[in-house]
């Protein structure tokens, strides 16, 4: 848990590196929710936190996949997809219509999820910096650096709609 380097064992390595790119593939993939808001002139959603995150994302996954393909990266990529799953479901019940707004009622946990989430993954991230390992120190950077903007951006999204609105 504490630094997860590169696997030296060509059978893992190749496997941690399929995973990886699977984890890209996701993260293509979900560029496609922009296009579906775009089509559907569902402008609301469209913010600079969705544009922000899913290209970053994209783009840092490219870079895993280049670069670093397992090692730690391979537990960011799992609590992400974990994340994800949640947040997909609460999106498919969303999108099923107006007599399943009342199954919706866990929608600020979707967000205390993805925060817990970015606090996780930074926290292990700057732990790492404190063990030798055969991971990218630049990649263990950019994680703490893109938490740390996320817990912000994901933080004033989460202020501005559970905790304000409510006062």
Not at 13 to 27: D, F, N, P, Q, S
Not at 88 to 106: E, Q
Not at 114 to 129: C, D, G, K, R
């Amino acid at each position: 848990m504490n630094c997860q380097g590169l696997e030296t064992d060509e059978d893992t390595a190749r496997w941690m590196a399929r995973e990886v790119w699977t984890y890209y593939m996701i993260k293509i993939s979900e560029l496609l929710d922009t296009v579906l808001f775009v089509l559907r002139k569902s402008n609301r959603q469209i913010t600079p936190l969705h544009l922000h995150h899913h290209m970053l994302m994209t783009v840092l996954a490219w870079f895993a996949t280049t670069y670093v393909p397992g090692g730690q990266g391979i537990l960011i990529g799992y609590v992400n997809a974990f994340v994800h799953m949640i947040m997909y479901t609460y999106y498919f019940i969303a999108g099923c219509g107006d007599k399943y707004k009342k199954y919706l009622w866990w929608k600020k946990h979707v967000t205390e999820l993805q925060l817990a989430q970015f606090v996780f993954l930074e926290l292990h991230s700057i732990n790492s910096l404190f063990y030798e390992c055969q991971y990218n120190l630049i990649y263990k950077l950019l994680t703490i650096f893109y938490a740390t903007f996320f817990i912000k951006s994901f933080g004033s999204f989460y202020y501005n709609n559970y905790i304000k609105k409510v006062k």
